[in-house]
T-cell receptor
Framework: NAGVMQNPRHLVRRRGQEARLRCSPMKGHSHVYWYRQLPEEGLKFMVYLQKENIIDESGMPKERFSAEFPKEGPSILRIQQVVRGDSAAYFC??????????????FGDGTRLSIL | EDQVTQSPEALRLQEGESSSLNCSYTVSGLRGLFWYRQDPGKGPEFLFTLYSAGEEKEKERLKATLTKKESFLHITAPKPEDSATYLCAVQAVEKLVFGKGTKLTVNP
């Protein structure tokens, strides 16, 4: 499967714990995006990364949330000291390096995070 | 602020009954308008990109069109397997701004 891979698919945490969500982009893609989908809400942009660089984090909450895309390995979205309001589906998308026109973002199947 | 509004929120059709979904948008400097399909428990699946007013794209029973203020997704003679939530998104810089989607149900 050459698609965007996210794991785990489901994650349950208790309030105050940490959640780590992983995303491996499609082969040949160097741009990674994270989105959050709350029940009855649309997908909301969180952060855009390239290898070892955060390009746009305008959608990230200022506290407890961080993201990275290291030189080797998957992109990680990290949520510290989770609260009930963090329960949502988190989607990762990837696109290739810029060429002619805007390349579409291709999405993984998401991580469903539940906070007890 | 970039904004996308989709209508209707939900649409029920009989198999073979054609219809259209609407996506109205406001964006500063449109770089692309994207249509995705999302099935329950899955991530959005890319369908079309439209770049400029007057552009049209087709794929099987789906046809997407674009004007300066809105896009339409036309569904011709739908089948039950077309049931899904259809998402519209605009891209101004790098990020996508999504609408809330139209949930389409096609009854046999």
């Amino acid at each position: 499967n050459a698609g965007v891979m996210q794991n785990p698919r489901h994650l349950v945490r208790r309030r105050g714990q940490e959640a780590r969500l992983r995303c491996s982009p499609m082969k040949g893609h160097s741009h990674v995006y994270w989105y959050r989908q709350l029940p009855e809400e649309g997908l909301k942009f969180m952060v855009y990364l390239q290898k070892e660089n955060i390009i746009d984090e305008s959608g990230m909450p200022k506290e407890r949330f961080s993201a990275e895309f290291p030189k080797e390995g998957p992109s990680i979205l990290r949520i510290q000291q989770v609260v009930r309001g963090d329960s949502a589906a988190y989607f990762c998308a990837s696109s290739p390096s810029r060429g002619k026109g805007n390349q579409p973002q291709h999405f993984g199947d998401g991580t469903r995070l539940s906070i007890l | 602020e970039d904004q996308v509004t989709q209508s209707p929120e939900a649409l029920r059709l009989q198999e073979g009954e054609s219809s259209s979904l609407n996506c109205s948008y406001t964006v500063s400097g449109l770089r692309g308008l994207f249509w995705y399909r999302q099935d329950p428990g899955k991530g959005p699946e890319f369908l079309f990109t439209l770049y400029s007013a007057g552009e049209e794209k087709e794929k099987e029973r789906l046809k997407a069109t674009l004007t300066k203020k809105e896009s339409f997704l036309h569904i011709t003679a739908p089948k039950p397997e077309d049931s899904a939530t259809y998402l519209c998104a605009v891209q101004a810089v790098e990020k996508l701004v999504f609408g809330k989607g139209t949930k389409l149900t096609v009854n046999p």
